[in-house]
Antibody
C-alpha cells in the first residue's frame, strides 16, 4: 500500500526550529518529486516546497524562502522539512505529498499531488 | 503568481443532482490543473489531473473540463460521500497555487 506518514509537529515557540519528517512506503521513493503543502486552521491549501526525486532541485514559496529547507534521504525513504524562525502565521497542518512532477532539460516541472499523508499539526505560540 | 478563483464559495445541492464547480485562473494554465476533494479532518484526495483525467479509483461521476483560464469540475448524481470541500490547483507555473475552495453542502 502506498503510504506517507508525517511526524515532528507540535507546539513550538516563535522563533523555534522544528524538523518535520515524512516516511514513505509502497513505492519507489527516489523516482518521485515530493512536496510539502500546508493548511492553516479553517483555511485553504498553500504549497510550501518541492524537491526533485534525486534531491538536486528545490523550490520554495516566497512566504518560507530563507527560513525553511526541504531535503530527502532516499536510502531511508524519508522527506524532511527543516523549519527555522517560525512565526505565528506558520501555524498549520503540514502535509507531505507525492508529486507527479518530472525533470526535463534539468528543470523540475510541477504536477499534481497524487498521494497525501495524514498531516502533522504545527502550532506556533508562546 | 497565478491566482486561482473558485466559484461559488458554497454550493447547496440535493443528493442525486449535479454539481458544477468553476475555477478561473488569472492567466492561462493550459490543462495543467488538478482538483482535490477534502473532507473534515482528512487530507485532500486527488480527483482529477490534466484538467480532465480521473485519478486512480475515482468514480466516473466526477469529470473535469476546460483549459486555459476556465476549468470546470462536474459531479453527477451526487452521493452522500461527495459532500466536501473541493480545491483546484494549477501547476502550469511556479509557484503552484490553489483556489480558495468550494464547499458542496447538502441542500
Amino acid at each position: 500500500e502506498v503510504q506517507l506518514l508525517e511526524s515532528g509537529g507540535g507546539l513550538v515557540q516563535p522563533g523555534g526550529s522544528p524538523r518535520l519528517s515524512c516516511e514513505a512506503s509502497g513505492f519507489t521513493f527516489s523516482s518521485y518529486a515530493m512536496s510539502w503543502v500546508r493548511q492553516a486552521p479553517g483555511k485553504g491549501l498553500e504549497w510550501v516546497s518541492t524537491i526533485s526525486g534525486g534531491g538536486g532541485s528545490t523550490y520554495y514559496a516566497d512566504s518560507v524562502k530563507g527560513r525553511f529547507t526541504i531535503s530527502r534521504d532516499n536510502s531511508r525513504n524519508t522527506l524532511y522539512l527543516q523549519m527555522n524562525s517560525l512565526r505565528a502565521e506558520d501555524t498549520a497542518v503540514y502535509y507531505c505529498a507525492r508529486d507527479r512532477g518530472y525533470i526535463s532539460s534539468s528543470r523540475l516541472f510541477p504536477d499534481a499531488f497524487d498521494i497525501w499523508g495524514q498531516g502533522t499539526m504545527v502550532t506556533v505560540s508562546s | 503568481e497565478i491566482v486561482m478563483t473558485q466559484s461559488p464559495a458554497t454550493l447547496s445541492v440535493s443528493p442525486g443532482e449535479t454539481a458544477t464547480l468553476s475555477c478561473r485562473a488569472s492567466q492561462s494554465v493550459s490543462s495543467n490543473l488538478a482538483w482535490y476533494q477534502q473532507k473534515p479532518g482528512q487530507a485532500p484526495r486527488l480527483l482529477i489531473y490534466g484538467a480532465s483525467t480521473r485519478a486512480s479509483g475515482i468514480p466516473a461521476r466526477f469529470s473535469g473540463s476546460g483549459s486555459g483560464t476556465e476549468i470546470t469540475l462536474t459531479i453527477s448524481s451526487l452521493q452522500s460521500e461527495d459532500f466536501a470541500v473541493y480545491y483546484c490547483h494549477q501547476y502550469n507555473n511556479w509557484p503552484p497555487t490553489f483556489g480558495q475552495g468550494t464547499k458542496v453542502e447538502i441542500k
